[in-house]
């Protein structure tokens, strides 16, 4: 009965899927739960800050540079068509502030960052050191799976903002020492047209949102991972492809409520 | 890893993040004009607001003298009502026109304040009575074409030879 079959199976799917997202849910709910324990011993989150902060800090300032020297380029082709290069400075800002600053370091966060997590706590599980601290009573979501999960949160909106202000020097470079465009103008557009309230505090809101859900991915996967060297290596890959995915359709339903109907 | 040189580089990782959060807000954004002296509100009522928005600047001889702070519509007259905000260190005249203007063609629009002589000056909640509305460039275009056809399309006249009283009677000093 071929029907049947293919039914059954994709009950079985829903079923697995329902499974997934609930112990998903209940994981996020039990690294939520430990956060005193986090916050009481907070050496152990600050070094967590050092792996996936610091270490994120070249990548980050980096692209954040280039992309905000390309957009100043790209920027001047369409702009000096309508002579209104002078408004490059809102184009890069706000480009930048909104959308870019958060979504892309977001997304190399995700794989420089949530990748590592990812890959330790699975090795761990692999290594059954997770067990052996069971075994010692000391709980592995308080003192190994938490304090990943804040260090990403409490990087991730700080990565977002300094990607933002190198992009924006970046397009200062191209557009004012490179293309000529008058400094004056250029800062002064971009301040008349970005919003404190309603584009920075939006776009540092994007990135602490951005934060939760791939620390939350990146750990959960870690978790979660088959014991065995395919399990982690196959955790690692879903990291970066789920955390990435979930980066942008997040990105789609804030930018929704955030910046829908309010004209520029 | 040495537990000093970790906390020495987290600090200085999230005093850049700090940094940049700071400069986004005070360079790139107006946290500035947050700051903005108080000042005092009077109103003024235009025909026609063109794309004038709130925030846009009021200037008085090309200097930012204040802000339009909210525009409305009298549900009666069915004018434009634009709240205006005016910095304390500036007083303007009762007689003061305020007209509407753009900065280039394209360019954002700002109202624009010109002092009378008059000896008394505004203060909190007055009414600008004398203002000027924003020019539109279609209505320009089609008394233009107008008053060419009108002509009879006999003589060719010059695009400067158009009589310039036309354009203040478009959109003049309403009293």
Known sequence: ?264 | MNRNSTNFWVGVFVLLGLAAIAFLALRVGNLMTWGEPAGYHVTARFDNIGNLKPRAPVKSAGVVVGRVEKIGLDPKSFEAVAQIKIFPQFEFTKDTIAAIYSSGLLGEQFVGLDAGGDTVMLKEGDVIKKTQSAVQLEKLISQFMFSKASEGGTAQTPVAAVPAAQIPAIEGVKK
């Open chain 1, 1 to 264: 009965m071929p029907i049947r079959t293919s039914i059954g199976a994709v009950g079985e799917k829903a079923a697995n899927t329902v499974e997934r997202i609930g112990y998903f849910s209940r994981f996020v709910v039990g690294v939520l739960r430990s956060t005193p324990a986090v916050f009481s011993r907070f050496s152990l989150t600050l070094r967590e800050v050092y792996f996936a902060g610091v270490f994120s800090l070249v990548i980050i300032s980096v692209s954040g540079l280039f992309v905000g020297m390309v957009l100043a380029l790209q920027g001047y082709e369409t702009l000096s068509i309508f002579g209104a290069t002078e408004s490059m400075g809102v184009l890069v800002a706000l480009s930048l502030v909104r959308e870019l600053g958060p979504v892309v370091a977001a997304l190399l966060f995700a794989s420089r960052a949530g990748s590592a997590m990812t890959a330790e706590i699975g090795l761990m599980k692999t290594t059954e050191q997770l067990k052996a601290m069971e075994m010692m009573a000391v709980d592995p979501i308080a003192r190994v799976v938490a304090p990943r999960f804040w260090a990403g949160v409490i990087s991730m909106p700080l990565l977002a903002a300094i990607f933002s202000a190198m992009g924006i020097f970046g397009g200062y470079l191209v557009a004012v020492k490179l293309i000529g465009i008058d400094p004056g103008a250029f800062w002064g557009q971009m301040q008349a047209a970005v919003d404190v309230r309603h584009d920075i505090l939006n776009g540092v809101i994007k990135s602490i949102v951005f934060g939760i859900a791939v620390s939350a991915i990146a750990v959960y996967q870690g978790y979660a991972a088959k014991p065995t060297a395919e399990g982690v290596s196959a955790a690692t890959t879903r990291t970066v492809v789920t955390s990435s995915l979930a980066i942008l359709a997040i990105d789609f339903i804030l930018t929704v409520f955030m910046f829908r109907g309010t004209g520029l």
